[in-house]
Nanobody, 124 residues
Framework: QVQLAESGGGLVQAGGSLRLSCAAS????????LGWFRQAPGNEREFVAA????????NYVDSVKGRFTISRDNAKNTVYLQMNSLKPEDTAVYYC?????????????????WGQGTQVTVSS
């Protein structure tokens, strides 16, 4: 069982930045792809970004392109989400997820392992 632990959430004003981190308990085929999702109250869980093992394949939802950057440090079993130019509509609980399927599918059901989530609140 892969354990994922997010950190770095908080309260920030619009236009500000936050960096989320997610530490995985292991580096195996089960963490071939690491991704970030978010869920606002009353909404479904939404794909944000994903990155493959070598970092050569990255996918973003259109609404964060140019503002968010996903990266991973395999030596530390950690994936990061640098969030710049934050907007109030970015407010949500952000979840880290992992899967062995190498495809960067933007669907929550394709991921096998999930963290507990970290709250990001952007004030206007």
């Amino acid at each position: 069982q892969v354990q994922l632990a997010e950190s770095g959430g908080g309260l920030v004003q619009a236009g500000g930045s936050l960096r989320l981190s997610c530490a995985a308990s292991e580096r195996t085929l089960r963490t071939t792809v690491l991704g970030w999702f978010r869920q606002a109250p009353g909404n479904e869980r939404e794909f944000v970004a994903a990155i493959n093992w070598r970092g050569g394949n990255i996918n973003y939802v259109d609404s964060v392109k140019g503002r968010f950057t996903i990266s991973r440090d395999n030596a530390k079993n950690t994936v990061y989400l640098q969030m710049n130019s934050l907007k109030p509509e970015d407010t949500a609980v952000y979840y880290c997820a992992a899967k062995s399927d190498p495809r960067l599918l933007p669907t929550a059901r394709s991921y096998n392992y999930w963290g507990q989530g970290t709250q990001v609140t952007v004030s206007s």
